[in-house]
């Protein structure tokens, strides 16, 4: 039998406890954390950008093509498309519960290849944005200038250009969504002028992307060269323009008697926001956010943390006038949450401590089931993080309630091997072997039926089934666990940590009164227990009348006169 292989070898069975309370200290800093279960289905989001277009030429010629092959996609439920009208279109895609999200970003990535050549070439140079994050933001950042020395786009575009892609490198952040825009060049055409000197928008579009290009001029004086070249001079070129007034020098159109129109004749340039679709403001003042959200999996504090660390980093390196803040947290209320349930796991334990403490008298046997309730938690945790489950309210609050079932088979072990101590007067060598010959079949049945119990809960589907899953599994994991140490480490323990009885020593006062109230209480409710046996149908008239009495809705009865009655009766 496996607890004689244990007591025979109390050095294994505790090799085996060490073991499982290191795979829990191993995996605790790595398992999520988080306020509740993540209760929405998985999603991916594609982002395409084309500037200028309208709703209904992003839908006819870029979101339409992606909806189509999109339809094919693995575990796909649903997916949802929006377009403004600034030139962007975001699709999500929401697959079943329980698929892996990076699994879904590599398919559909892998669809997108297949339609990417019959998109808009500006589409294509502008790139698909494919993002896989948990709903809900994280938290916000924000920039602002109390001194009012920088304005929203300033803000915007160093949010934009120094802080988002740092934030994006950050473990664990899965998507950092923008609410400000970056500087650009804005051009405002004036639509009178444009007819006054016989030019289109599509003149001025052409002209700009003639004139302000990237190029490569080359090397003077390459291979292959004449002979006798000694230089090479790398040539540079200044191809693209920078600033406001290079624009207006954009010629649009040559007349053959040397006048020429330039972008500065029929328009305004100045360098404003990319777009404004979106401001932020702080307290009063402009500035600038970005909302952060979870990878899934990620740990919700630990990324937090990081971020506001990084954050710091960055804000060492900013301007002067400018600073940081954080407006919006929900980090504080997953830690307040977690806090609180520890706190509560922990008054359990002392509780439990005390309890059996107050019953068994004897701090060595108290400490044999004091030490099995910490190591079924820690593997309870190991095999939680396994699974891909956070520590949450649920799962926290299902090993509080476990406690007092973990510690159950452990104190039916050390009663029993004191029993026999007490009366057939063995050493606790002996006595643990035959006690465990008597109850291991009982432990394994209580073990079994308790697992029955929640086991089902983990097979709900829907909503529902992803909320009470993670708590069902971790009451059913501690429970097999403290059966596991019941049948090796509790056994082993007795073997070798509790001393052998031997006559019978004075109690200390409290605790022989304490024995001597327990044991009036319990000969009372013996009493009431043969008396109801012996008048079985007195007991049947009398749970009638408490039934017509209490349980059923009805002012006619004086429920005071009940119990009385009820006494009389039996």
Known sequence: MIPQFFIQRPVFAWVVAIAIA?????????VPVARFPS?????????ATYPGATPQTMNDGVVELIERELSGAKRLLYFESS???????????????????ELALVDVQNRLKLIEPRLPQTVRQYGLAVEVANSGFLLLVGLNSPDGRYDGASLGDYLARNV???????????????????????VWVDPAKLIAYDLAMADVTGAIAAQNIQIAPGTLGAEPAVAGQRVLVPLTASGQLTSPQEFEQIVLKA??????VTLGDVARVEIGQQNYMMSTRENGRAGASAAVQLAPGANAVQVSDAVRARMAEIGRAMPGGMEWTVPFDTAPFVRVSIEKVLHTLLEAMVLVFLVMYLFLQNMRYTLVPAVVA??????????????????????????????????????????????????????????TKKAMSEITGAVIGITLVLVSVFIPMAFASGSVGVIYRQFAMSMAISILISAILALS???????????????????????????????????????????????????????????RCWALPSGAYPRPLCPRRIRAII
């Open 255 to 260: 007349n053959t008697n040397g006048g020429t």
């Open 22 to 30: 290191l795979a829990g200290l191993i995996a605790l800093p790595s």
């Open 164 to 186: 988002v892609n740092e934030l994006k490198r950050i473990p664990g952040v899965g998507r950092v969504q923008s609410f400000s825009a970056e500087k650009a060049m804005r």
């Open 83 to 101: 377009t403004d009208t600034s030139g962007r279109a975001t699709i999500t895609a929401t697959f079943q519960p329980g698929t892996n999200p």
């Open 489 to 547: 480490l509790t056994p082993a323990l007795c073997a070798t940590v509790l001393k052998p009885i031997s006559g019978h020593a004075q109690k200390p006062r409290f605790f022989a009164a304490f024995d001597r109230l327990f044991e009036r209480m319990t000969h009372g409710y013996g009493g009431w227990v043969a008396r109801i046996i012996r008048r079985g149908g007195r007991a049947m008239v009398a749970l009638a009348w408490w039934w």
């Open 374 to 431: 910490p190591i079924a938690l820690l593997g309870t945790i190991a095999v939680m993080s396994l699974s891909g489950y956070s520590l949450n309210v649920l799962t926290m609050f299902g090993m509080v309630l476990a406690i007092g079932i973990i510690v159950d088979d452990a104190i039916v072990v050390v009663e029993n091997v004191e029993r026999i101590m007490a009366e057939e007067e063995l050493s606790p060598f002996e006595a």
């Open 39 to 47: 209760v929405a289905p998985p999603s991916v989001t594609i982002t």
